[in-house]
């Protein structure tokens, strides 16, 4: 089993920025990807960024340029640094890790941004 824990949410100002980080723990494969999805209110769940094992990345269009996704598989975290920050961005972040056929989520972390 995988567990996914998310942290750095939080309210900010248009125009700002967060970094939301997530930690994968428990059974773990090397091959993976692990990325970002968020749930705006009253809207269903949608991807925003994934980066594989290899680093290579792919982003939602409406964050392109502003929204960048890393990883540190050293220490099995992922990162998500959100700038240029728009109250359309307001959701709940979710973390998402995939190993073959099986697709994991943390708890998810709120994001809101009052304009």
């Known amino acids: 089993q995988v567990q996914l824990v998310e942290s750095g949410g939080g309210l900010v100002q248009a125009g700002g920025s967060l970094r939301l980080s997530c930690t994968a723990s428990g059974r773990l494969f090397m091959f993976n990807v692990m990325g970002w999805y968020r749930q705006p209110p009253g809207k269903q769940r949608e991807l925003v960024a994934v980066?594989?094992?290899?680093?290579?990345?792919n982003y939602e269009d409406s964050v392109k340029g502003r929204f960048t996704i890393s990883r540190d598989s050293s220490k099995n975290m992922v990162y998500l640094q959100m700038n240029s920050l728009k109250p359309e961005d307001t959701a709940v972040y979710y973390c998402?890790?995939?190993?073959?056929?099986?697709?994991?989520w943390g708890q998810g972390t709120q994001v809101t941004v009052s304009s």
């Open positions: 980066i594989s094992s290899s680093d290579n990345t």
């Open positions: 998402t890790r995939l190993e073959g056929p099986r697709q994991y």
